[in-house]
């Protein structure tokens, strides 16, 4: 019992225990119920939250591709931005273009205006297909006939002054003026090439009648030079020697050069006493005439030159691109000093093929052909009479250095036409030298007595005096040549020594001392060594074969007078 007792009370402790303990029992009873109703409401709330998130996300997927779909549009729109910009610019004529062209006279105003009115025209042309460029295309055309017409009266005023005066300085026109304007000649061309080619054949007609005019004056007014002092053509056996003899002219010689005295001008004719060489005339006609030929053909070559291309910007007045020149018919003191310059390449018409060069050879004919002309008819002028050999093979020389200096200027049809006078010169050299054998040859022939002719007389002041005229021409051919050898040159003076040496031969033929007969070869001989040791071209190598001849010849004739004064000291004994 004490056992049943005992468990009994353990049990009514534990009861009165866990009955103590009931309100906290019912308290974290009712805290677990409100834990999982919280619970319960937390799992709805992340449920519903989750089913949010997925929509946000779409709507952030969706905003992306939104997103991206503008910022492709963005990009599209700033890709053609500047192309739209660009043809809306290009398609739109801006009011002061217009006004330039329609209320305003040309200018250097209308150099730009017209590049930018030619590029228009051309976008225009380009942009055909756009409606816009359609219907601006009327305006534009209207702007260019009207900035045509005025182009064409402009150019045409500024031949004026040179149709009125031939005093008027035609280089100081073409740099100063024609060539700033170069690039309205240029819109012509290209936009309306018969009002260029109207212009072009203006003044063409206008420079072809100034260059006729002045060049007419000029080259009478050197004929009348010309006529006071005659070259009479001598021959080498013509005088005796009383009045001096022949003598080496170095002043005349200078006019083969570029480098030298200065051209005649033309109020010098109005003097009556005024004289010059014929060579001191022609070296200033065709000075003159490179000078202003050459510049001519620089200028149509810079200014008439066809260009396919979009036009360039306007071109500076630059005197370099022409070959500064002398005043038509007047060159001054300083006219070797405004010489061209070879080393300059700009703007030469050098750079052209002979497709671009062959319209402007024609222009430059049709401007200079009588110009051409009075030149050809002065040179045969010239010849008629024959002048001597020596001016002439001066005149020769200068008309090389001319085409030498033409070649460096770049003007072919001036330098073909220096090659035809050139020709015309060497047949009359070559003709005069033999003139000059052929009368030593008759001279020493006719010394030979037969039975039907008497023999010429010779005397030793004549036959000196030839010597003398050899030795002249000689020395006057050596400066004259830059080249050791040249046929043409030498092979006459060659023919022309062999003749001197037969008649110093024949003169003293007749004498039957032989010792006097020597002695007066020898003489002779001396005569020549003399003339040619007495300058500054002894060293010259032709001189010194020249001189070694006549000195074994010499030589010659001192053995033979020894030889026989020997021969009659053995004979006496």
């Known amino acids: 019992m004490t056992q049943d007792t005992r468990s009994a009370s353990e049990v009514g402790q534990r009861s009165l225990f866990y009955h103590g303990q009931a309100k906290d029992f019912v308290d974290l009873h009712e805290q677990v119920e409100t834990s999982v109703n919280l619970l319960d409401s937390l799992e709805s709330f992340l449920s519903t939250f989750q089913k949010d998130l997925s929509s946000v996300s779409g709507q952030i997927s969706e905003l992306q591709e939104r997103s991206k779909d503008i910022d492709n549009r963005l990009k599209s729109r700033r890709r053609i931005e500047k192309p739209l910009s660009s043809l809306l610019s290009d398609l739109a004529i801006p009011p002061s273009l217009a006004v330039t062209i329609l209320d305003t006279d040309v200018g250097e105003p209308w150099i730009a205006t017209i590049t930018d009115l030619e590029r228009r025209l051309d976008?225009?042309?380009?942009?055909?297909?756009?409606?816009?460029?359609?219907?601006?295309?009327?305006?534009?055309?209207?702007?260019?006939?009207?900035?045509?017409?005025?182009?064409?009266?402009?150019?045409?005023?500024?031949?004026?002054?040179?149709?009125?005066?031939?005093?008027?300085?035609?280089?100081?026109?073409?740099?100063?003026?024609?060539?700033?304007?170069?690039?309205?000649?240029?819109?012509?061309?290209?936009?309306?090439?018969?009002?260029?080619?109207?212009?072009?054949?203006?003044?063409?007609?206008?420079?072809?009648?100034y260059y006729e005019t002045g060049f007419r004056r000029y080259v009478r007014s050197l004929g009348w030079i010309k006529a006071r002092t005659p070259e009479k053509p001598e021959s080498i056996i013509s005088g005796n020697g009383d009045n001096g003899g022949p003598y080496l002219d170095q002043d005349r010689l200078a006019y083969a050069k570029m480098d030298g005295p200065s051209v005649i001008l033309a109020y010098m004719a109005d003097d009556k006493t005024h004289e010059e060489p014929i060579e001191a005339i022609l070296r200033s006609l065709f000075l003159v005439l490179m000078d202003n030929a050459t510049a001519e053909y620089a200028f149509i070559a810079a200014f008439f030159r066809s260009e396919s291309f979009a036009p360039p910007p306007a071109m500076e007045t630059d005197s370099a691109i022409f070959s500064p020149t002398a005043t038509l018919l007047s060159p001054d003191i300083g006219f070797d000093d405004r010489r061209s310059n070879a080393g300059s390449e700009i703007a030469r018409p050098g750079f052209m093929d002979k497709t671009e060069r062959a319209p402007l050879d024609a222009i430059w004919k049709q401007i200079l052909d009588p110009v051409l002309e009075y030149c050809k008819t002065f040179v045969t002028t010239v010849l008629e009479p024959m002048p001597p050999a020596v001016p002439l093979l001066t005149m020769i020389r200068l008309t090389e250095a001319v085409i030498t200096e033409v070649q460096k200027r770049d003007c072919p049809p001036l330098e073909n036409f220096l090659f035809t006078m050139r020709l015309q010169l060497w047949p009359a050299f070559q003709k005069i030298m033999s003139e000059h054998c052929d009368s030593l040859k008759r001279l020493a022939e006719g010394r030979i007595t037969s039975y039907f002719s008497r023999a010429t007389s010779t005397t030793?002041?004549?036959?000196?005096?030839?010597?003398?005229?050899?030795?002249?021409?000689?020395?006057?051919?050596?400066?004259?040549?830059?080249?050791?050898?040249?046929?043409?040159?030498?092979?006459?003076?060659?023919?022309?020594?062999?003749?001197?040496?037969?008649?110093?031969?024949?003169?003293?033929?007749?004498?039957?001392?032989?010792?006097?007969?020597?002695?007066?070869?020898s003489a002779m001989y001396e005569v020549l060594l003399q003339g040619l040791n007495g300058t500054h071209l002894s060293a010259h190598p032709k001189s010194q074969k020249e001189i070694a001849y006549w000195a074994e010849k010499e030589e010659e004739a001192r053995r033979r007078i020894v030889s026989i004064a020997q021969s009659r000291r053995i004979g006496k004994r």
């Open 123 to 209: 976008i225009l042309k380009v942009r055909s297909r756009v409606k816009a460029a359609r219907d601006l295309g009327d305006v534009a055309e209207g702007l260019r006939i009207v900035a045509a017409t005025k182009l064409r009266t402009f150019f045409l005023a500024l031949l004026q002054p040179i149709r009125t005066s031939v005093t008027t300085n035609m280089q100081v026109m073409q740099t100063s003026i024609f060539v700033k304007y170069r690039a309205l000649y240029v819109f012509l061309q290209r936009q309306a090439p018969n009002v260029a080619s109207e212009v072009q054949k203006a003044y063409t007609s206008t420079a072809r009648t």
């Open 460 to 521: 030793d002041a004549s036959v000196a005096n030839i010597c003398n005229r050899y030795v002249v021409m000689f020395n006057s051919f050596v400066i004259l040549t830059d080249q050791e050898e040249e046929t043409m040159i030498f092979s006459n003076l060659l023919r022309l020594r062999q003749e001197l040496t037969k008649l110093i031969a024949c003169h003293t033929e007749n004498i039957n001392d032989d010792v006097a007969k020597a002695t007066k070869q």
